[in-house]
């Protein structure tokens, strides 16, 4: 395909925002690189036929100051999210970011481990899996927590577990109430329509580089392998429902309207970290989508924000997402049990809300 250079109107808008924003400011990628531990040695992610459904690699033209071709913000953005591998959050809590547009954690307990979102398709699952195992030892899945509906936080699933695990009851699936009923809605109702809009929208089929696919902000484009899904054994209803999985304690907070109409937060004690699913993260989400998601509600969105801060704010020393890294640095070496006592501990980088 053709490629025409930019437009003097679109270089000198470039140029100005250059001029305007802190680019000099570069702790976002101290934050980014904090706690890496490894990746793959070749980031080239295949299906059962030898097909390329992610390749991190793609993303390397991604250095350097940006090209008057990109808009500088969404260049340093893709710098930043185009950072693949297995990271350390706080000790017990890991991510691996970089495997597709979304990111999974992984939360150790007493023997198992439970995983949050678990990315968009099967393929990149597993990598993600095997990149975790290999350096943090075999451990056994023992519950998987959906953020919210949308399908890049759920449609991994048969990369970590199986549907017999989960009829067997060595699985418990998490979700928030009204979790289902929006997934469906959205990728099988609507999925013919939605899936096309999101190839504009994302640009996953785009060459990658500085006149083609960039990024999307939230992460760098969606993997292409074989999404699915498993059907929730434990919906929660009400904030400040608390449950335990393998000694890892959980404290969700329901918002739902917000980023997605089926959402929660998650709050560890033992780990004084708070997920803030993709209502808190390294960029600023659309309103209105372009692939067309139900239209987001700015007002219940900061409600929910606030209310979290409420909750959460004073006994927090890291919040983290399933996209983008984490914000704040821990403020022990180690897991903390969980205390009655009043907490006066704060982010160390920023304020953690």
């Given at each position: 395909?053709?490629?025409?250079?930019?437009?003097?109107?679109?270089?000198?808008?470039?140029?100005?925002?250059?001029?305007?924003?802190?680019?000099?400011?570069?702790?976002?990628?101290?934050?980014?690189?904090?706690?890496?531990?490894?990746?793959?040695?070749?980031?080239?992610?295949?299906?059962?036929?030898?097909?390329?459904?992610?390749?991190?690699?793609?993303?390397?033209?991604?250095?350097?100051?940006?090209?008057?071709?990109?808009?500088?913000?969404?260049?340093?953005?893709?710098?930043?999210?185009?950072?693949?591998?297995?990271?350390?959050?706080?000790?017990?809590?890991?991510?691996?970011?970089?495997?597709?547009?979304?990111?999974?954690?992984?939360?150790?307990?007493?023997?198992?481990?439970?995983?949050?979102?678990?990315?968009?398709?099967?393929?990149?699952?597993?990598?993600?899996?095997?990149?975790?195992?290999?350096?943090?030892?075999?451990?056994?899945?023992?519950?998987?927590?959906?953020?919210?509906?949308?399908?890049?936080?759920?449609?991994?699933?048969?990369?970590?577990?199986?549907?017999?695990?989960?009829?067997?009851?060595?699985?418990?699936?998490?979700?928030?109430?009204?979790?289902?009923?929006?997934?469906?809605?959205?990728?099988?109702?609507?999925?013919?329509?939605?899936?096309?809009?999101?190839?504009?929208?994302?640009?996953?089929?785009?060459?990658?580089?500085?006149?083609?696919?960039?990024?999307?902000?939230?992460?760098?484009?969606?993997?292409?392998?074989?999404?699915?899904?498993?059907?929730?054994?434990?919906?929660?209803?009400?904030?400040?429902e608390t449950h335990t999985f393998d000694g890892v304690e959980i404290e969700f907070q329901m918002a739902p309207g917000t980023e997605a109409p089926s959402e929660m937060h998650l709050y560890f004690p033992g780990f004084r970290a708070l997920c803030m699913a993709?209502?808190?993260?390294?960029?600023?989400?659309?309103?209105?989508?372009?692939?067309?998601?139900?239209?987001?509600?700015?007002?219940?969105?900061?409600?929910?924000?606030?209310?979290?801060?409420?909750?959460?704010?004073?006994?927090?020393?890291?919040?983290?997402?399933?996209?983008?890294?984490?914000?704040?640095?821990?403020?022990?070496?180690?897991?903390?049990?969980?205390?009655?006592?009043?907490?006066?501990?704060?982010?160390?980088?920023?304020?953690?809300?």
């Amino acid at each position: 395909m053709d490629q025409n250079e930019p437009t003097a109107s679109i270089e000198s808008a470039h140029a100005e925002l250059l001029r305007t924003f802190p680019f000099s400011d570069v702790e976002d990628f101290e934050d980014a690189d904090r706690g890496f531990i490894a990746t793959l040695d070749d980031p080239a992610v295949r299906n059962a036929d030898g097909d390329v459904v992610w390749d991190a690699s793609t993303f390397d033209f991604l250095s350097g100051d940006a090209p008057t071709s990109v808009n500088p913000s969404l260049w340093r953005q893709g710098q930043l999210v185009a950072k693949h591998g297995l990271y350390q959050v706080v000790e017990g809590l890991y991510q691996v970011r970089g495997f597709d547009l979304s990111v999974v954690s992984f939360i150790e307990g007493e023997t198992g481990v439970v995983v949050v979102d678990p990315l968009l398709t099967a393929e990149t699952a597993v990598a993600a899996l095997a990149l975790y195992r290999e350096h943090r030892g075999d451990r056994p899945i023992v519950a998987v927590v959906y953020t919210h509906s949308h399908i890049d936080h759920f449609g991994g699933i048969f990369g970590m577990v199986s549907q017999e695990e989960v009829d067997d009851g060595k699985v418990q699936i998490v979700a928030p109430d009204g979790f289902l009923e929006h997934a469906i809605a959205e990728n099988v109702y609507a999925g013919t329509a939605m899936s096309r809009r999101s190839a504009y929208m994302y640009g996953a089929t785009l060459a990658r580089g500085p006149q083609g696919q960039v990024g999307a902000g939230l992460g760098q484009s969606t993997s292409t392998g074989e999404p699915g899904i498993i059907v929730p054994t434990l919906l929660i209803t009400t904030t400040g429902e608390t449950h335990t999985f393998d000694g890892v304690e959980i404290e969700f907070q329901m918002a739902p309207g917000t980023e997605a109409p089926s959402e929660m937060h998650l709050y560890f004690p033992g780990f004084r970290a708070l997920c803030m699913a993709e209502n808190a993260t390294h960029t600023l989400h659309n309103l209105l989508t372009l692939r067309g998601a139900v239209v987001r509600d700015p007002h219940v969105w900061s409600q929910y924000l606030t209310e979290a801060i409420v909750l959460f704010g004073d006994k927090t020393d890291v919040l983290f997402a399933p996209t983008t890294g984490p914000r704040g640095a821990p403020t022990r070496s180690s897991r903390t049990s969980p205390s009655n006592e009043t907490s006066t501990a704060t982010c160390t980088t920023r304020p953690c809300g």
